[in-house]
Structures are given as structure tokens and as C-alpha cells.
């Protein structure tokens, strides 16, 4: 079994950093793209920002200059820095990974995994 564990959400002022983990253990062969998303109630879910395994980042607009997406491939745990937070950015925030896993009949399967959620709160 593969496993994500997110820590670091929180309550922040606005204005105010943050900095989300999400550490991946278990069985697995490789670790590919791994991304945080977010969700207000009520609202879908949506994409913060994602980073492959080489370290190439994509972002959505609304983060961009803000949040700084990275992973350590060592440590097996991607990191977001949130910085200048605005009480827009107020959510549930999920972290996703794709994993390649053994089967048990020697074929490999691609997993696309998320993890329990973290609760990141601006007040402004």
C-alpha cells in the first residue's frame, strides 16, 4: 500500500506564509507528477500547482508569484510555499501523486493517489 500524509495547513493572517508537505511511503516503484489542488465548499476542486519528477512546475494564475511548488525525490515529499496569502486562498488543500506500484502478478499499475486533505485559513 502507498500512503500520503499532508501536514502544515493552518491559520494565517493574510499577508502571512505558509508551507504545505506531503510525504508519500509505502510499496511503490517511482514516484511520478505530484501537485497540491484546493477546494472551497461548494465549489470543484482545483489546481494549485504541480511538479514533475525532473523539477519542471506549472502553476495556476491565480498563485503564480505567490506559491512556490517544490519535492525532495530523496525524501520522497513535495513541499508548497505560500507566501503573501490572501483570504481568497481559504480551502481544503489535497496533495496528488502518481505512483508506480508492482502487482501482485509482476505487471506494473499506475496509481493516481490523493491525499486526506489539509485546511489552509486566511483571516483578513
Known amino acids: 500500500q502507498v500512503h500520503l500524509v499532508e501536514s502544515g495547513g493552518g491559520l494565517v493572517e493574510a499577508g502571512g506564509p505558509l508551507r504545505l508537505s506531503c510525504a508519500v511511503s509505502?510499496?511503490?516503484?517511482?514516484?511520478?507528477?505530484m501537485g497540491w489542488y484546493r477546494q472551497i465548499p461548494g465549489k470543484q476542486r482545483e489546481l494549485v500547482a504541480t511538479?514533475?519528477?525532473?523539477?519542471?512546475?506549472n502553476y495556476a494564475d491565480s498563485i503564480k508569484g505567490r506559491f512556490t511548488i517544490s519535492r525532495d525525490n530523496a525524501k520522497n515529499t513535495m513541499y508548497l510555499q505560500m507566501n503573501s496569502l490572501k483570504p481568497e486562498d481559504t480551502a481544503l488543500y489535497y496533495c496528488?501523486?502518481?505512483?508506480?506500484?508492482?502487482?501482485?502478478?509482476?505487471?506494473?499499475?499506475?496509481?493516481?493517489?490523493w491525499g486526506q486533505g489539509t485546511q489552509v485559513t486566511v483571516s483578513s
Open positions: 511538479v514533475t519528477r525532473p523539477g519542471t512546475t
Open positions: 509505502g510499496s511503490f516503484v517511482s514516484i511520478g507528477v
Open positions: 496528488n501523486v502518481d505512483v508506480v506500484v508492482a502487482g501482485v502478478d509482476g505487471n506494473y499499475k499506475y496509481l493516481r493517489l
